[in-house]
Nanobody, 115 residues
Framework: VHVVESGGGLVQPGGSPRLSCAAS????????MSWYRQAPGKERELVAT????????NYADSVKGRFTISRDNVKNMVYLDMNNLKPEDTAVYYC?????????WGQGTQVIVSS
C-alpha cells in the first residue's frame, strides 16, 4: 500500500489550494479514503472521508462547508479542495486508507496558512 500526498505549501488566509493523493498497491475503488491533519502540538484528526464510489462524504465540523473531498477511481487519486483557509488550518495533511483494520498513511504534505 502506497499513498503520496502533494499540493501543500504556504497559503495566504482565504486561499484555496488543492491537495492530491496518489494511491497504489491496493484495489483503490473498493476502499473508502480519508484525509487527516495534524497541527503542531496537537493530535492527528480526521478531516474528511469519501466512500469507495464517491457517493458519500463526511467532514469534520471545523471544515464543513469549506473543504471538499473527491476521488477519481480511474486515476487512483483522492483530492481535498480547501477554500477560505484560516490560520488554524495550518497542519500536515495526510491521505489515509483503512485496509483490513490497518490505517496506512503517506508522508504528509504541510499546509501553512499565513500572511
Amino acid at each position: 500500500v502506497h499513498v503520496v500526498e502533494s499540493g501543500g505549501g504556504l497559503v495566504q488566509p482565504g486561499g484555496s489550494p488543492r491537495l492530491s493523493c496518489a494511491a497504489s498497491g491496493f484495489t483503490f475503488h473498493i476502499y473508502d479514503m480519508s484525509w487527516y491533519r495534524q497541527a503542531p502540538g496537537k493530535e492527528r484528526e480526521l478531516v474528511a472521508t469519501i466512500s469507495h464510489l464517491g457517493r458519500s462524504t463526511n467532514y469534520a465540523d471545523s471544515v464543513k462547508g469549506r473543504f471538499t473531498i473527491s476521488r477519481d477511481n480511474v486515476k487512483n487519486m483522492v483530492y481535498l479542495d480547501m477554500n477560505n483557509l484560516k490560520p488554524e488550518d495550518t497542519a500536515v495533511y495526510y491521505c489515509s486508507v483503512n485496509r483490513g483494520g490497518v490505517l496506512y498513511w503517506g508522508q504528509g504534505t504541510q499546509v501553512i496558512v499565513s500572511s
